[in-house]
């Protein structure tokens, strides 16, 4: 009798212990899938996603955990909760678009969605003619070495039969040649501002090196950028930088934004 008692309270025992135990079985992420659905453009700015009650079925979740994620778009910038109505998408500018995690969804998810392609390439057209111009002022020997050896890996596959990328640019040394002008300004904020912006950048670099009809071409348009830094030519810099991204644009199907710096600009001295 005492044998029996004491396997029961052992087998109890170690009941209670597993029953300890975490699971490893990740619970599925509200917040992730919710991030993929909108960047891709399935729920556009002013829809609003699917209510609390159906996420919690739809994921098997309760409630708290639901609202915890929805917390994380909130904080994204991504969504609005709106009291009696639900989670409303929020528009392009409202959104954290540098904000760490916000970058890491774009880059995942958003290449689909033309919205998101345009709002990157209006801000990228009112940023890089300008930082191109100023790195054709302080750009140094460093700098030039940078952007060349960049700009050769671009199109290291170009004219390699061996190559398995179809004849496209890379889009590695792609955004390695952007991140080098930057960081040629030599202005600590543009230098930084390169890394935050490289998810960014990124998206619609290996988008529109896949759609590019002709890469020749748009090879051809970074060396002429290239060589406009190296001259230290500062107004032809800002126009070739422009050159790149309207075949960027072009490459994407997209119309070039109307930006203040994107169609004409009062260009800074030379001197």
């Known amino acids: 009798m005492f044998d029996i008692c004491q396997r029961s309270r052992n ?29 891709s453009g399935e729920y556009q700015p002013g829809d609003f996603v699917p209510r609390e009650i159906d996420l919690c079925a739809r994921f098997a979740l309760n409630r708290s955990a639901v609202r915890s994620d929805l917390r994380q778009l909130v904080d994204a910038g991504i969504i609005e909760r709106i009291s009696g109505h639900g989670s409303k998408v929020r528009e392009y500018p409202e959104w954290n678009i540098l904000d760490a995690q916000v970058t890491e969804w774009m880059t995942r998810y958003a290449a689909p969605n033309p919205g ?54 890379h889009s590695d040394y792609d955004i390695a040649f952007h991140v080098a002008i930057f960081k040629a300004t030599h202005n600590i904020v543009w230098s930084q501002l390169s890394h935050i912006l490289r998810p960014s950048i990124l998206l619609l670099i290996e988008t529109s090196n ?58 800074l001295s030379e001197s």
């Open 210 to 267: 896949v759609s590019a009809s002709d890469p020749a071409e748009s090879l051809e348009r970074h060396r002429l950028l290239m060589e406009s830094i190296r001259a230290r030519r500062p107004r032809d810099a800002f126009r070739a930088s422009q050159a790149v991204l309207a075949g960027t644009a072009s490459a994407l199907g997209l119309e070039i934004p109307d930006t203040p710096l994107g169609h004409s600009a009062e260009l």
């Open 116 to 169: 998101v392609q345009r709002e990157i390439l209006a801000f990228r057209l009112d940023v890089e003619p300008y930082v191109a111009m100023t790195a054709a002022k302080h750009a140094t020997a460093h700098d030039l070495v940078a952007i060349e050896e960049a700009f050769n890996g671009m199109g290291s596959d170009l004219d390699d039969p061996s190559s398995n990328r179809d004849g496209r640019l």
């Open 11 to 39: 087998d109890s025992e170690r009941c209670h212990v597993k029953s300890k135990q975490p699971s490893s079985r990740k619970r599925p992420s509200v917040a992730e899938a919710l991030a993929k659905e909108i960047f």
